[in-house]
């Protein structure tokens, strides 16, 4: 598969007044052509700084990307784009769907416009035309009457809809890479299910490779080809979906996955939960970030940093636990089964 | 839309008439009436006369009732003060000079207030942001009066450049002389008040998710201001615009009084000191009928710019 986009060391600081927030910490990845890489973590872990710096939507004025960062697209590093070129990149090449379809929407702009505006800039089209693709378009993601619905502004719309006009907007151009910032968090159950199942059919159709920010475990089981695993600014675990849901290594990527509320469990036990909270971006912990909430803590956890260990060609870990010196561990039980069920 | 009209009318109304009532009453409990401003020492006889004459020896209720059936039929009355002279005719004589300074003053006033208060907002935390601010305090802590003052000092008696006070009825290169100052006055207020809002406006617009969204379609520079910024931040701008839409024939008690314009803040001044009861009571049928109305005018222009409050469908 070819690689479309390389991350090499991207490091984010946030200037504010309390100090300097190390929010993504030296983190490298690449995404290939056409697959879906989940990006998993609980909040503030980065995964959102991450997403946005992708397309330079970190507000300048705080943000501060590290001079060694590059992220490679088509052979450029979009952090050294310039006005125009990074014009072209955004919402043609790269385009983005944000977590709260509530006020991601103009709301005195109709949608249809709002589809349209994004094919006016990047391709050379009447206003006419671009609007009929733009109704185009909203049928597609099914939206309902699309014709008329494009007439209206947001307010009138459901946040179903909304969520879909935002994948319209996000897809009107075919970029090449969709970044899906938690698409699904402020939507309920039922629509969640929908509008994942509309990214992944799009997905297929159009071809584009997906960066999926979620913290929803279940919705990486039922779409993601890659997972990775991020806790405080860092990638701690990475592998294919079999790999990290049958076979994890990290005691967090463990932790999370017994976190996932179970259909079998009886009514009345309680349900797991990681105890302690992440560390303070302002003053990261020397060594491993995980090891203050970590039930098998060692001491070097907490004084070095743990290495990348190669699991398979596709899999690999931080933690200290796959050193050769360290105790032989049986993987918390009751791990598995996870994946069932919850694919779409 | 027309029933919200119709309602809207019906509240429009009432509200006018209640304040009508209460000014009625009002202005008849301060103590003074129109003949002690004119002579003092009136036997009784000629004072006795002149209530007949008016109306003002009947009880209050009755003048009451009186008033309000001219009222329905358009007739404000005659002045107590001003022998003869129709109140209609005061107040059209007094609203021209109102308006040319007022609609200067709000044109300019407003028209730089958003300018400043976008680029303070743009460049927020550098000097130009610093110097609006700066601009804008000043507007609001120095008082219209002695900025006037401070005008006349300066462009009149140093510089010798403008006339200190008087007024010409003739549009011309004259009457634009003598509007300069008040005008300058009036909109200094204008602009400090405008600029800090449309700073904040566009400050909590340029936060907003649906500019990040804009954004990643990669939208820029001037479409992304015009198309996504600015007509959002227009909303709080334009809820204070109503009354000051109101306030160009309204005018200014302070600063025409100060520069001797014949306006209707003048005449509204002077008429309290009168105790002319009638043309008190005209001039604030005319100020109320005015504020409702722009604020109604309020209501439909929101709906233009915001469709989320829009009160009725095309």
Not at chain 2, 58 to 65: D, E, N, R, V
Not at chain 2, 70 to 88: A, M, R, T
Not at chain 2, 198 to 207: E, P, Q, T
Request: charged share 20%; with cysteine; net charge positive.
């Amino acid at each position: 598969m070819k690689k479309i986009l390389d991350i090499k060391n991207l490091t984010i600081d946030f200037n504010t007044y309390a100090g300097r927030i190390q929010a993504v910490r030296n983190i490298s990845f690449s995404l290939y052509e056409g697959e879906i890489l989940a990006i998993v973590g609980e909040s503030g872990c980065g995964k959102t700084v991450t997403s946005k710096s992708i397309m330079r939507l970190l507000p300048e004025a705080t943000a501060q990307v590290n001079n060694h960062s590059e992220i490679i697209f088509d052979g450029q590093n979009v952090l050294k784009l310039k006005g125009k070129e990074l014009k072209k990149i955004r919402g043609d090449e790269i385009a983005m769907i944000f977590q709260d379809p509530m006020s991601a929407l103009n709301p005195t702009m109709k949608v249809g416009h709002q589809v349209a505006e994004s094919l006016l800039i990047h391709t050379k089209i009447t206003k006419k035309q671009a609007f009929k693709e733009a109704v185009q378009m909203l049928k597609l993601v099914g939206l309902p009457m699309a014709e008329k619905r494009a007439h209206e502004y947001p307010n009138q719309y459901s946040g179903g809809m909304r969520q879909r006009a935002m994948i319209a907007i996000a897809l009107a151009c075919k970029p090449k890479i969709l970044i899906a910032d938690e698409p699904t968090t402020a939507l309920d159950v039922t629509i969640q299910a929908q509008i994942m199942k509309l990214i992944k059919t799009l997905q297929a159709d159009l071809n584009t490779a997906i960066i999926l920010v979620t913290h929803d475990l279940g919705i990486v089981a039922g779409m993601a080809d890659r997972i990775q695993v991020m806790y405080a600014g860092q990638i701690i675990e990475r592998g294919v979906r079999e790999e990290l849901f049958y076979d994890p290594q990290h005691p967090y990527t463990w932790a999370l996955l017994r976190s996932v509320p179970k259909v079998s469990q009886k009514s009345k036990s309680q349900l797991y939960s990681i105890t302690g909270t992440p560390p303070d971006l302002l003053y990261p912990p020397k060594g491993c970030a995980f090891a203050e909430r970590c039930e098998y803590c060692m001491p070097i956890c907490r004084k070095d940093p743990p290495v990348e260990t190669i699991i398979s060609k596709t899999q690999s870990v931080n933690c200290w636990l796959q050193h050769k010196d360290a105790p032989k561990l049986n993987k918390p039980s009751g791990l598995k089964g996870v994946i069932h069920g919850q694919s779409l | 839309m027309s029933k919200y009209m119709l309602k809207r009318l019906f509240s429009m109304f009432l509200t006018l008439f209640v304040v009508i009532t209460i000014v009625f009453f009002l202005i008849r409990m301060v103590p003074g009436d129109p003949l002690a401003s004119m002579a003092r020492n009136l036997p009784e006889q000629v004072k006795a006369n002149f209530y007949a004459e008016y109306g003002l020896d009947k009880p209050l209720i009755t003048q009451y009732f009186i008033y309000m059936k001219h009222l329905l039929h358009g007739d404000f009355g005659e002045s107590l003060v001003y022998l003869g002279q129709p109140i209609k005719e005061i107040i059209l004589r007094a609203i021209p000079p109102s308006m040319v300074i007022n609609i200067h003053a709000l044109l300019w006033g407003v028209t730089t207030g958003i300018g400043l208060g976008i680029l303070a907002a743009y460049k927020r935390g550098k000097w130009p942001d610093h110097l609006v601010m700066f601009i804008a305090i000043l507007g609001v802590s120095i008082p219209s009066f002695v900025l006037a003052t401070a005008l006349q000092y300066l462009f009149s008696v140093q510089l010798n450049w403008l006339p200190t006070i008087g007024w010409t009825s003739e549009p011309g290169m004259k009457q634009f002389k003598y509007s300069i100052m008040p005008t300058i006055a009036l909109s200094f207020g204008i602009i400090a008040v405008y600029s800090r809002y449309m700073r904040a406006s566009v400050l909590d617009v340029l936060n907003q998710d649906y500019i990040l969204t804009a954004k990643a379609k990669g939208v820029s520079g001037f479409s992304l201001a015009y198309k996504h910024v600015l007509r959002n931040s227009f909303i709080p701008a334009i809820t204070i615009l109503g009354p000051q839409i109101a306030g160009i024939i309204v005018g200014s008690f302070v600063i025409e009084s100060i520069f001797g314009i014949p306006g209707f803040g003048q005449v509204y001044v002077s008429a309290i000191t009168n105790r002319d009861f009638t043309q008190i009571l005209g001039q604030t049928v005319i100020i109320n009928a005015l504020y409702i109305f722009s604020l109604f005018v309020v209501d439909i222009v929101y709906g233009l710019v915001d469709p989320r409050i829009r009160v009725f469908n095309k």
